[in-house]
């Protein structure tokens, strides 16, 4: 396990991913820790190098006694990236995560390329909530506040459904040291960013919950919209936790700000099609048919496959359930021969093919076994 110290606390800090992809910095709410956002990480680690963490008085790093501060928290997230070599990177920061990620932001400016300040505030108007809490833990364990921060972290239909993410949560919740806990909420009392916000340059997008009763838009992300400089919005219809809550929606917001359509068509064509066949069809290509590839490279690779809303798996299922629902069996086939080749296995294309079955028809789905079978001995032979 890879560990920093920062002062007193020693700090878990988890890196994943290409050493050629930018570096993204996850930063969890309080009570919470770096698994918070695992609905994230499988789509995030396509595109980015990845670094989670265990706030301090967080899962499995320390929580050393006392009052804590944000600056120390931004502090120890600055000796966490040092460790692990990165000198810049983008930072995702949910409620106490969002408030440590903008004092980095307006402290370290030459350090976070773009932010996301999601589910969090400047200031709490009223300092005895987290007051409370803290005596609270600190008196009587982290279960005496459970079932009340679980109400804050997720809306009533999320808790009634009771998936295993928001069991997950509440197990970390009664596990988080209640010493490192009050520690956080003592940051969190006293803390005033709104100083801190017009010294932001980084261009941020703030994610807010339309659930979300500890930072709703009134009188927080309100604030935030209107005092940060470069800043887009997305309300979620979600609680506290919104990447929980509204995963899909919260990912494909992230990876749209800091990712987006690179555009670059002729990569993505040749990342799923193949050097060998993409070289074909540029050495075939004439006088006649030049605007006509021009137009598919643009539109189909650059435009829509590299968008950042579904991964290239997915959209190569799509592409075989609807090439053969269609009927288009010349494509249906180089799909099926580039897919094997790169993300698909046999059983991807069998459930595809099983779907088309039910909802296109059986003789599409007998074609599309038999031209599935015909590439398998084509590839054994």
Known sequence: MPFVHSGAARLYYRLEGREDRPALVLSHSLGADHGMWA???????????????????????????????????????????????????????LSLGGMTGMWIAANAPDRVTRLVLANTSAKFPDPSVMENRRQSVLARGMASIADSVMQRFFSAEALAANSPQVATTRATLLATDPGGYAGCCAAVRDMDNRGLLAAIRAETLLIVGDKDLST??????????????????????????????????????????????????????????????????????????????????????????????????????????????????????????????????????????????????????????????????????
């Open 39 to 93: 609905p994230q990480a499988p789509e995030l680690l396509d595109h980015f190098r990845l670094l989670r963490y265990d706030t301090r008085g967080h899962g499995v790093s320390g929580a050393p006694p006392g009052d804590y501060t944000i600056e120390q928290l931004g502090l120890d997230t600055l000796a966490i990236a040092d460790a692990a070599g990165l000198a810049e990177f983008a930072f995702c920061g």
């Open 216 to 381: 709703p838009w009134a009188g927080h992300g309100e604030h935030l919209a209107a005092e940060i400089p470069r800043v887009r919005m997305l309300r979620l219809p979600a609680a506290h936790l919104s990447n929980i809550e509204r995963p899909r929606s919260f990912s494909w917001a992230l990876l749209d700000f800091l990712a987006g359509s690179a555009g670059d068509g002729m990569s993505m064509r040749r990342a799923v099609m193949g050097d060998g066949y993409v070289d074909r069809a540029i050495a075939d290509t004439t006088g006649f048919t030049r605007d006509f590839q021009d137009l598919i490279t643009r539109f189909a690779w650059g435009a829509v496959w590299r968008r950042p809303g579904l991964d290239v798996r997915t959209r190569r299922l799509l592409t075989l359930a609807i090439t053969a629902a269609l009927g288009r069996w010349e494509e249906f086939r180089l799909h099926v021969r580039a897919g094997l080749a790169h993300e698909l296995e046999l059983c991807d294309v069998k459930e595809a093919l099983m779907q088309a079955a039910v909802y296109a028809g059986v003789p599409c789905a007998n074609t599309g076994f038999k031209i599935v079978a015909e590439e398998i001995a084509t590839s054994a032979g």
